[in-house]
């Protein structure tokens, strides 16, 4: 069986980063003006323009273009649909960019790639959206991103010195879709609720608040009325995702059985975690960012997801990531062009601030 990273980075990405020892080589793009982030999840699309001299940030939008839920099609769409929208905000044209990182949701990116370079350019760079959510965790540097929001995905990247700074092994675990994979979830979470809540209902499991809630919030007259209209008439993943916030609150409430859902929920992803340290060679402190709707539970989920990889890592550092994912996008397409002095909080603030005007 293969053993290479499920995710590589592409090489325009994988250069050596600058550290005090040494200074990145120049790349393509390195007196452009503008570069862009995309991220492109299961829900929506958010296109980020950054112009480099005045850090004006200007923003576009649009619906979800991950191809496991949408098709290849109507995710470019999507991904165009949302870029066009920024730079013509930006006031500028599409050859003006830089770069341009496109992180995206979904199982494989590749044919999103190929779509993206025959309509744009080679400089229009496709990733998974765990790529984007990594530099988003790191500041593009060595540790782990876990994502938790409607699906699931864990990729880090580890130390290895070089003349130029460091370049690490990469390596991805998860991100498989909810089929196969997304353990500890949104989706994952709001599927175990309704799994609950009919273990109750036929007394092969304990009484739970989940057998009400989940009632109201689908607004179905019976658990075995909800478990029907699921095989009749499916429920999206975003749909199931959304009930997450109620078995949070549950969990919180003191609910034994959410409580135990999102100990479960710790475990599985924290497994992956552990997977993506271990395979990566990280070691001592480093960051694992935690990111995603998910992880809006708070102590409930981060506290025992944290002793988990504590189990691995005991010196990491566990912290749910601030910055909007977009930001690692751009921090990714900064640096592609040799601009390695993009500070992450300035640019938090400056997203934080279009997101909030927009």
């Known amino acids: 069986m293969n053993r290479d990273s499920l995710v590589q980075l592409p090489s325009a990405l994988a250069r050596p980063i600058a550290g005090a020892g040494g200074r990145a080589d120049r790349q393509a793009g390195a007196n452009a003006r503008f570069v862009m982030g995309i991220d492109g999840g299961a829900t929506k699309t958010l296109a980020a323009v950054l112009d480099l001299e005045s850090h004006a940030l200007h923003l576009g939008h649009s619906g979800p273009s991950n191809e496991d839920a949408v098709g290849a099609k109507a995710a470019v769409q999507a991904l165009l649909g949302a870029a066009d929208e920024a730079i013509e905000r930006a006031g500028t044209a599409s050859d003006a960019l830089g770069v341009s990182v496109l992180a995206v949701a979904g199982t494989d990116t590749d044919a999103i790639a190929r779509h993206v370079r025959a309509a744009r350019t080679d400089a229009w760079i496709v990733v998974n959206d765990v790529v984007g959510a990594w530099a988003t965790a790191t500041g593009a540097g060595p540790g782990v991103a876990a994502i938790s929001g409607t699906g699931s995905n864990v990729f880090g990247v580890g130390r290895a010195q070089s003349p130029k700074g460091w370049v690490g092994r990469a390596w991805r675990a998860g991100g498989w879709g909810h089929l196969l994979g997304d353990e500890g979830s949104g989706y994952w ?124 890592a005991p010196d990491a550092r566990v912290s749910v990531v601030e910055m909007a994912p977009v930001g690692g996008s751009l921090l990714l397409a900064a640096r592609a062009c040799g601009h390695e002095a993009l500070d992450p909080k300035e640019l938090s603030r400056l997203i934080d601030a279009a997101l909030a005007d927009s």
């Not at 109201?216 to 909800?226: K, N």
């Open 189 to 312: 979470l709001g599927v175990q609720s309704i799994k609950a809540a009919l273990r109750d209902r036929e007394a092969s499991g304990p009484e739970t608040a989940l057998s009400e809630a989940v009632l109201q919030f689908f607004d179905a007259p019976s658990v075995e009325a909800l478990a029907a209209r699921v095989y009749a008439k499916p429920l999206t993943k975003g749909e199931i995702a959304a009930f997450a916030t109620e078995a949070a609150r549950l969990a919180e409430g003191g609910d034994a059985v959410a409580r135990e859902l999102y100990a479960r929920a710790a475990r599985e992803l924290g497994e992956q975690i552990a997977a993506v340290i271990r395979q990566t060679g990280l070691a001592g402190d480093f960051p694992v960012g935690l990111i995603g709707s998910a992880f809006k539970a708070g102590a409930v989920f981060v506290e025992p997801l944290a002793r988990v990889v504590h189990e691995s």
